[in-house]
T-cell receptor, first 112, second 115 residues
């Protein structure tokens, strides 16, 4: 079965500090991977998606970047965090055969 | 105007009640509609999906899509305390490839079912 691992689960960072959130998937190869952010009181917003190693598409201009160094690894980064970067970051795997987006457990980021 | 509007609630109902959750959208090109359930501090999980207009039933859950009105609904019959969660509607333009992952979500409705 397919699983998604995200870490860290919780993170508190000062404004201006760097960020690295990691997502790894198991049980599949060459997956389509997605990063979503859920801000307080708001729906999920697609940030980045990747269809393969080194292939990143950005959906919204922002302070964040993404990388896919390995087939089953997807990383979300920032060089300098802003207060507005606080939120719940969700990595997701596209299960196209099921027409489903399968989410990980998320990483909760608080920027102070 | 947001592409997808969903009343955030919160909605509180007694056990056994019928729950109606709704979303409206502005982009008539959306063709594939989904409902996700999200428990507190967890990632969302797919509950139901429908293509285009029509109804779909799965146990206690019924999803309806009315493309002419740009309106989708999720009905929960005989609601249980375990149904307490945030319900998110989502939709996408196409059914295929990365479109399954490039979803536009509503804000989510917080539902509490009390015993």
């Amino acid at each position: 079965s397919q699983t998604i691992h995200q870490w860290p689960a919780t993170l508190v960072q000062p404004v201006g500090s760097p960020l690295s959130l990691e997502c790894t998937v198991e049980g599949t190869s060459n997956p389509n991977l997605y990063w979503y952010r859920q801000a307080a009181g708001r729906g999920l917003q697609l940030l980045f998606y990747s269809v393969g190693i080194g292939q990143i598409s950005s959906e919204v201009p922002q302070n964040l970047s993404a990388s896919r160094p390995q087939d089953r690894q997807f990383i979300l980064s920032s060089k300098k965090l802003l207060l507005s970067d606080s939120g719940f970051y969700l990595c997701a795997l596209g299960r196209e055969e099921l027409g489903e987006l399968f989410f990980g457990e998320g990483s909760r980021l608080t920027v102070l | 105007q947001k592409e997808v509007e969903q009343d955030p609630g919160p909605l509180s109902v007694p056990e056994g009640a019928i729950v109606s959750l709704n979303c409206t959208y502005s982009n008539s090109a959306f063709q594939y509609f989904m409902w996700y359930r999200q428990y507190s501090r967890k990632g969302p999980e797919l509950l139901m999906y429908t293509y285009s207009s029509g109804n779909k039933e799965d146990g206690r859950f019924t999803a309806q899509v009315d493309k002419s009105s740009k309106y989708i609904s999720l009905f929960i019959r005989d609601s249980q305390p375990s149904d307490s969660a945030t319900y998110l509607c989502a939709m996408t333009l196409y059914a295929g490839g990365t479109s399954y992952g490039k979803l536009t979500f509503g804000q989510g409705t917080i539902l509490t079912v009390h015993p």
